[in-house]
């Protein structure tokens, strides 16, 4: 099995190729949007390449969900409610929503999305496969 | 002007790979342009008739029932250029086909020489997708009027 420093590579060699980053810029804790400047299209890309690079399939809206924020109960004053959080541990538990909930605001959400979470779900996937 | 990027295929193989010509001719207004007294096929417009090439390939493996975007050019290096009277060649590769879009290599040669080559990835879209409307008509890849390419050369030689 693929131990968590060689997941994090191949990761890493995904987000270069889709992003065309150096790699020393995809670090564990980089966001993709803000740090390596990733928009919408390249979310598609990157699950493609992840299937690709290790093997797996990856159902839309398992790794990037998406209208996290559409549902009107989910938000409220512009932040998560405490229900919105539930779902979204529940839908996304790669991803650090424990840091989240300390300032739950909406425009927050996009910096859930992190090198490290990629690194958990693909292994949370390979684990369980 | 009309949109085509491509004159003919010169090869095709559903769902594998599909080879392009495109002639470069003086005849085109832009060369004049670009540039005055050097005239040089643009990298843009090379990277336009490598996308329909391979546009239309990834196309016809679902007989062109999903609209065909260009969403996105990973990589493209440029080796070289191409002038007027330059044959570009571009051979397409499909290295990826699912329901949400698929993905090509494709190079450009003029005879053996290697012009550019790029990966480039597409989305499909259908009428039904509530993003259908906000969409450019010029992402498009093609349009049933581009598919006329596959009939060129059909008549010349009467095969």
């Known amino acids: 099995m693929a131990s968590r420093d060689e997941i994090f590579a191949k990761v890493q060699e995904t987000l270069v190729d889709a992003l065309g980053v150096d790699d020393d810029e995809v670090t564990e804790d980089a966001t993709l949007v803000d740090d390596l400047g990733a928009e919408s299209i390249d979310f598609l890309d990157i699950v493609f390449r992840l299937e690709k690079n290790f093997g797996i399939k990856i159902p839309r809206g398992e790794l990037f969900p998406e209208n996290l924020a559409a549902d009107a109960s989910f938000v409220d004053d512009g932040k998560v409610t405490e229900e919105g959080l539930a779902t979204m541990r529940a839908k996304m538990p790669h991803a650090d929503i424990d840091s989240f909930a300390d300032d739950p605001k909406v425009e927050n959400i996009q910096s859930l999305f992190t090198v490290n979470m990629i690194t958990n779900f693909v292994e949370n996937k390979l684990n369980a496969g | ?159």
């Open chain 2, 1 to 159: 002007m009309r949109w085509f990027w491509i004159d003919r295929f010169v090869e095709f193989e559903s769902g594998k790979y599909a080879k392009a010509v495109k002639n470069v001719s003086l005849a085109e207004e832009h060369l004049h342009d670009h540039f005055p007294g050097f005239a040089i096929m643009p990298g843009s417009l090379m990277i336009e008739g490598m996308a329909q090439t391979g546009g239309i390939l990834l196309g016809e493996v679902n007989n062109f029932e999903h609209i065909v975007i260009l969403a996105k050019v990973p990589i493209v290096t440029f080796h070289s250029w191409a002038v007027p009277g330059d044959s570009l060649i571009y051979t397409a590769t499909l290295t990826d086909s699912r329901a949400e879009g698929g993905g090509v290599d494709v190079t450009a040669h003029v005879g053996d020489r290697l012009v550019a080559e790029a990966e480039i990835m597409f989305v499909h879209l259908d009428q039904k997708d509530s993003q259908f409307g906000a969409i450019d008509q010029k992402n498009f890849v093609f349009s049933m009027n581009l598919l006329g390419i596959l009939d060129v050369g059909q008549a010349g030689d009467g095969t």
